[in-house]
């Protein structure tokens, strides 16, 4: 059976990169792929610590040598973000050198011009005639065509799953079933735009639920913002069917997302979702999705209060329609079987 090697910075339950990569390996694995996992971080079959966001990288030479011993002879490799967004430039480096001529897919979420932080770093995201590359929404396609890439767009794709539990979930919290409750299912960093989501829950009343943890850095900021919000604030993880079964609408005004999953899964679960003006945000709306925006509080207080069915029932088909499972997996059989590497 062939392998196909996924490779990232981390591997984890929560964050979005990880999750999609989860959806890939899963039609990987229905294709005839065994799959085996390489990241810096995480539960994963092959740890490399020089790999791992903003570590201290072995010296090139140790580092190549790692990552060649734990791809061993893969015969394709998924490269998730790591040779795209510069959070470890050594290690992209490194990846380069070692997949260099080599079947590869680099999938990318999030390339440095999307970032001010980043948009100085023109070296990534990483090139090579051997490999193909994906996106995940056509802006990026877009722009990564004009600087001399030849992208194919591959929507990330969602299943509905189980049901989520209501009533247990809400007990849990100890929020009451007359009570609103808005989840902020996100890890807690400066583009989340927590203070607008406060804001929000705060202005119609009801109970602000964050489901992630602070990272980047953004611990004594995001204690300061709970401290001082007027009203209940809960902070603490859940399942996501239970996030979205549990709360009464969805907060995601975030500055800047390359996707942003929640939008999307909000959609399916049938609940509304208050979305920012990220330029993805833009793309979903062409699309036709029906969004709350961040600046209207009485907007989500008449969905909270009054859902509309008929919109509900649209978001949910829109998913189906460009996010759904099997039309991900469609994209990449058909990405495979025209590089010729269908096993």
């Not at 973000?81 to 290690?91: C, D, G, I, S, Y």
């Not at 980047?216 to 079964?245: K, Q, W």
């Not at 609408?249 to 997302?257: D, G, K």
Request: proline share 8%; hydrophobic share 45%.
């Amino acid at each position: 059976m062939p392998t196909c090697a996924f490779l990232s910075f981390r591997f984890g339950p929560t964050d979005g990169v990880s999750v999609v990569a989860r959806t890939w390996m899963d039609a990987f694995e229905s294709f005839g792929f065994e799959v085996t996992t390489i990241a810096g971080d995480g539960p994963v079959d092959h740890l490399v610590p020089g790999l791992a966001i903003d570590a201290a990288a072995p010296a090139p030479a140790v580092l190549d040598s790692q990552v060649r011993d734990a791809l061993g002879d893969a015969d394709l490799v998924v490269v998730e973000n790591l040779a795209t967004l510069p959070l470890n430039v050594p290690a992209a480096r490194s990846v380069g050198r070692v997949l260099a001529g080599r079947r590869a897919i680099l999938h990318h979420h999030d390339p440095p011009w999307h970032r001010p932080a980043f948009e100085h770093i023109t070296e990534l995201p990483l090139n090579d005639p051997a490999w193909r590359h994906v996106t995940i929404n056509q802006i990026t396609a877009e722009e990564m065509r004009a600087r001399g890439f030849e992208t194919t767009v591959i929507y990330n794709g969602f299943a509905l799953g189980p049901p989520g539990d209501r009533n247990a979930t809400r007990d849990a919290l100890g929020v009451g079933p007359d009570d609103v409750l808005l989840a902020h299912p996100v890890r807690a960093i400066g583009r989340k735009n927590v203070p607008a989501a406060i804001d929000l829950a705060q202005a119609i009343g009801a109970t602000y639920w964050l489901t992630g943890p602070a990272e980047e850095g953004y611990d004594d900021e995001l204690a300061a913002l709970l401290t001082a919000a007027r009203g209940r604030v809960i902070h603490r993880p859940a399942e996501r069917e239970d996030i979205y079964a549990a709360s009464d609408a969805v907060l995601f005004p975030s500055t800047w997302e390359g996707f942003g999953n929640p939008p999307i899964e909000a959609s399916l679960r049938r609940r509304r979702c208050v979305v920012g003006h990220y330029p993805f945000a833009g793309e979903l709306r062409r699309l036709g999705f029906a969004f709350i925006d961040p600046d209207d509080p009485v907007a989500l207080a008449d969905a909270v209060a009054r859902p509309d069915q008929l919109l509900l029932d649209a978001n949910a088909a829109l998913v189906a329609d460009h996010f759904s499972i099997g039309r991900m997996c469609h994209g990449l059989h058909t990405l495979l079987e025209r590089a010729g590497w269908l096993p």
